[in-house]
């Protein structure tokens, strides 16, 4: 099992540009999400998934768009990159229900100049 | 809104020493998680914490819950260089799924 695969591990953008982080996982999970995480700082949300076709925003969407017309692909749309969006993004997915346990990739690191 | 507050932010200790890293929330949770987080790398899962004040032990880890099941800690006895990280806690946001992460403790170990 490869568990939360994201590509590409490192990207540099340039104010303006957009792009896609792919994330897919082989574990059957129906839970995913998408987090940013900057420099001495927590995961803050920023789109999750609950099975395929359904999507909703978390604590911080603004920027980017979200699609999951699969059970295993949950890929993140950057538009209009900014500054601002310099980050570190995790995938995660889960079964979700009371247990929860989240599994990250092991991250797009996304420097916007 | 929900809130997860953990403290300290960093901690530096020199091998051996002990550490502590707690986690406050502003509401009553129904489970709270620990994720560890190596430099350069991605959160992994440690430990969930279901009951109002228990207590879990992984080797020189433990855990615990608070009675009110707002409050956890991590203490870890004789740090070892292989623990530096940041270690997460997390606790159920609303419903559906989703976490709600404090700001992480960074341990550093000196050898």
């Known amino acids: 099992n490869a568990g939360v695969t994201q590509t590409p591990k490192f990207r540099i953008l340039k104010i303006g540009q957009s792009m896609t982080l792919q994330c897919t996982q082989d574990m059957n999970h129906n839970y995913m999400y998408w987090y940013r995480q900057d420099p001495g700082m927590g995961l803050k949300l920023i789109y999750y998934s609950v099975g395929a076709g359904i999507t909703d925003k978390g604590e911080v969407p603004n920027g980017y768009n979200v699609s999951r017309s699969t059970t295993e692909d949950f890929p993140l749309r950057l538009e209009l990159a900014a500054p601002s969006q310099t980050s570190v993004y995790f995938c995660?997915?889960?079964?979700?229900?009371?247990?929860?346990?989240?599994?990250f990739g092991a991250g797009t690191r996304l420097s916007v100049l | 809104g929900q809130q997860v507050m953990q403290i300290p932010q960093y901690q530096h200790v020199q091998e051996g020493e002990d550490f502590t890293t707690y986690c406050n929330s502003s509401t009553t949770l129904s489970n709270i998680q620990w994720y560890k987080q190596r430099p350069g790398g991605h959160p992994v899962f440690l430990i969930q914490?279901?009951?109002?004040?228990e207590v879990k032990k992984q080797k020189r880890l433990t855990f615990q819950f608070g009675e009110a099941k707002k409050n956890s800690s991590l203490h870890i006895t004789a740090t070892q260089t292989t623990d530096v990280g940041t270690y997460f806690c997390?606790?159920?946001?609303?419903?559906?799924?989703?976490?709600?992460f404090g700001q992480g403790t960074e341990l550093s170990v000196k050898p």
């Open positions: 914490l279901v009951k109002s004040g």
């Open positions: 997390a606790g159920p946001y609303n419903q559906g799924g989703k976490l709600i």
């Open positions: 995660a997915s889960s079964y979700g229900g009371a247990k929860n346990i989240q599994y």
